[in-house]
């Protein structure tokens, strides 16, 4: 079968079975071609709370398959790729939070969305990086825990100066080893481009940026500016999908290590076993996991609206 085939008996078969497919920005353009939805986490959350299919699967990692079977339990969830997971959202466990967090009994615990639905049931609020500073403003609490990215919670902190930060060392592997020389290489490399970079990156990389937000923000931004130059500092797919959608403007990777391989786990054939009944792998829960997480990623829902 070739892509063209494969992606038509898709879709058919989730109109069949009433069945919504959610993709990540990050994971392979043929893929976000027949989601019913793509975007950022914090999108695909909202979307997923939304929408009235029975059935629901999540192509992108594992924390947000769980985030659609907490917002939605009575639907189906599967994720297309059960291998697919962020090794972020692994970094924290639930008992090392809640020992953390006797240490520190007067801070709210404010948790990345990357993290697992077990770790969610401890902390107050979740956060994604396209509203993560809105939210903890937004918070009564003056003195917040932040887990488990501290580079994203550096970049809040700094446009929080009110607040009370302790971050721990948590956060993503793959943005995480972007270095500053490669930030002046490429600004070397390309003097007239705009720098737009994920909060993930380390503050020295972040510095640097003329905008700094989420995938989706950093695809807003590119399409919207008059600029035509952009070194986009986040999963490499990022750049192909903007120069595929933005034909006229140039967009260079800050590097070509930037690859999630965990994102790129899923494949086209993945989705296809999955809407078939013969893969991907269904998303339990029970039921104390879900009320106790579901506090958390609501409380984000509402205060970042
Ligand atoms: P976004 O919230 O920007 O989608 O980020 C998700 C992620 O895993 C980035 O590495
Ligand atoms: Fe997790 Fe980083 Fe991959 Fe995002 S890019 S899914 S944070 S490992």
New binding site residues.
Partial sequence: MTIKEIQEEILRLKKEKNICILA???VAKEIQEIADFT??????SVKAKSTDAETVIMC??RF?AETVKILSPEKTVYIANGAAG?P?AEQMDKETISAVKEMYPDFAVVAY??TTAALKTVCDVCV???QAVEIVSKMPEKNILFIPDCNLGDYVRKQLPEKNFKLLSGG?P??AKISEEEVLRAKKEHPNALFLV?P?CIPDVVKHADYV??????MNFAKKSDANEFIIG??ISIAELLQYECPDKNFYPLSKDLI?SN?KATTLMDVYNTVKGTGGEKIVLDSETITKARKCIDKMIELGE
């Fill in positions: 990540h920005s990050y975007g950022d986490s914090y999108a695909l992108g990692v947000m962020c972020m969305i990357n994604t990086s396209s993503c793959t943005h994920h993930e937000g989420s995938t989706s923000g950093i986040t999963e999630c994102m």
